[in-house]
């Protein structure tokens, strides 16, 4: 089955979705990558804990905002920059960027 064209699709969507339909898209994961991704997902799906924590009605409003612009729930961000924090991957900015 082919879809048609879509104008609201970039040149390179179009080839995806091209190369998608001709069955030219390989994965390259390898079951080495994969073991790790599984262990990844485990370690980071595990939410054996519960806290409670009063925040700014300021900050709430720009934590909510931020996960809608993101596309995920809000305490799903919340609990995403924290763990980037403790494990040392989030990126330290100088400056506060606003949207």
């Known amino acids: 089955m082919t879809i048609p064209s879509s ?14 339909e001709a ?3 390989r994965s390259v994961a390898t079951p ?4 790790q991704l599984r262990e990844a997902a485990k370690a980071a799906g595990l939410k054996d804990q519960r806290i409670n924590i009063r925040l700014s ?3 709430l409003q ?12 809000y305490q799903t961000l919340i609990s995403s920059v924290l763990h ?10 100088t400056k506060v960027e606003r949207d």
């Open 62 to 73: 720009a934590l909510r905002t931020r996960a809608l612009q993101e596309g995920i729930p």
């Open 23 to 25: 069955s030219e898209l």
């Open 32 to 35: 080495a990558l994969l073991s």
């Open 84 to 93: 980037k924090y403790v494990s040392g991957t989030l990126p330290e900015r």
């Open 7 to 20: 104008p609201e699709l970039e040149p390179a969507e179009q080839q995806l979705l091209t190369d998608f």
């Open 57 to 59: 009605s300021s900050d």
